[in-house]
């Protein structure tokens, strides 16, 4: 059985940082891209940033340059290091397998205040 665990969000102030951790447990996902999502309330789930298993990455034009996303193969861990946060940024962030999407984790909360 897959499982996701996201952590490390929390409330931070505008400008402020914070790195969310996601460990995938149940299968070894090293040779698979991974990605962090994020849903906001009342909004749809999108697609934040990638890694390919070389460590190619992509973002989404409203986090480039901004967020940073890394991984660890031999913990199974992917991590999201966000800085110069944003209000906008607010939502709940999840990982998972973007090509081969597992169950959904319960997530972990950024709030950013203004």
């Known amino acids: 059985q897959v499982l996701l665990v996201e952590s490390g969000g929390g409330l931070v102030q505008t400008g402020g940082s914070l790195r969310l951790s996601c460990v995938f447990s149940?299968?070894?996902?090293?040779?698979?891209?991974l990605a962090w999502f994020r849903q906001a309330p009342g909004k749809q789930r999108d697609l934040v940033a990638t890694i390919a298993s070389d460590g190619t990455s992509n973002y989404a034009s409203a986090v480039k340059g901004r967020f940073t996303i890394s991984r660890h193969k031999a913990k199974n861990t992917v991590y999201l290091q966000m800085k110069r946060l944003e209000p906008e940024d607010t939502a709940r962030y999840y990982c998972n397998v973007p090509l081969s999407l597992q169950p959904w984790g319960q997530g972990t909360q950024v709030t950013v205040s203004s």
């Open positions: 149940g299968r070894d996902f090293s040779d698979n891209t």
